[in-house]
């Protein structure tokens, strides 16, 4: 085990999934687009310089018996945590308070909605961790966080602030909330670029442009699903 992970929190498929309502708009399943968008995530962890080497990769799940849709994940090396709690606020949590229990020093957590998320963006909140700072935040421009990164140190105070705040990462309002409950505790978080999350269908049009013109993650699963779905329409 290495002293740093980096979790992708992958999307439910359940009725509690939130592209629902995005699927229903450009007329497909749900699953449809959440498998492609869980691919690039998983992909896009895994390429962060020394993962698996010397940096865990993980996948937060939900609950499913025997696990077995994720055994591939497991196979591939990936660290499987199990998304357990009555809500999105409640399954971070969870996961995050499980790195602790597991002895990881430190552990970034990006939402299961920024599949094109620039892969420098994770290599920078980790060595943000390293030598600058004991938290790390991205906010979101149409939401409220894609990233929540701490030290094991400052990780029992962010805890009990994500369930006091309701913290979520899809919220659209929220983030001077929690910013101001990180700072009376005397947490001052290093805050990364902005990035957007998939919501609207304009959301996923702005994926696939910036796809086209190298910008972000080449989220190529959902880059080739949009050209399928959406842009042959």
Not at 52 to 81: H, N, S
Not at 113 to 138: F, H, M, Q, S, W
Request: hydrophobic share 40%.
């Amino acid at each position: 085990m290495n002293a740093e992970i980096v979790i992708g929190f992958l999307n439910e498929h359940t009725s509690k999934c939130p592209y629902r309502q995005l699927s229903s708009n450009i007329k497909d399943k749900p699953c449809n687009v959440c498998n492609q968008i869980n691919r690039d995530i998983s992909l896009l962890i895994a390429n962060v310089q020394g993962a698996r080497k010397t940096i865990d990769v993980g996948l937060a799940v939900v609950p499913c018996e025997g696990l077995t849709p994720y055994l591939p994940y497991q196979i591939a090396g990936f660290k499987i945590f199990v998304q357990n709690g009555e809500n999105e606020s409640n399954r971070i949590k969870n996961v995050l308070s499980e790195t602790l229990m597991r002895g990881y020093d430190s552990v970034i957590l990006i939402s299961n909605r920024v599949p094109n998320l620039p892969v420098d963006y994770i290599e920078k909140a980790l060595k943000i961790l390293r030598k600058e700072n004991d938290t790390v935040l991205g906010p979101l421009k149409n939401g409220m966080f894609y990233l929540i990164g701490a030290k094991k140190t400052s990780l029992p105070v962010v805890l009990r602030l994500i369930e006091k705040n309701n913290f979520t990462f899809n919220r659209v309002n929220g983030q001077f909330g929690f910013l101001n409950s990180l700072k009376q505790k005397g947490i001052h978080p290093y805050i990364l670029p902005q990035w957007y999350l998939i919501r609207t269908i304009d959301d996923l049009k702005k994926l696939y442009i910036d796809f086209q013109h190298g910008i972000g993650w080449k989220a190529r699963w959902t880059h080739d699903y949009l050209k399928k779905r959406i842009f042959s329409l």
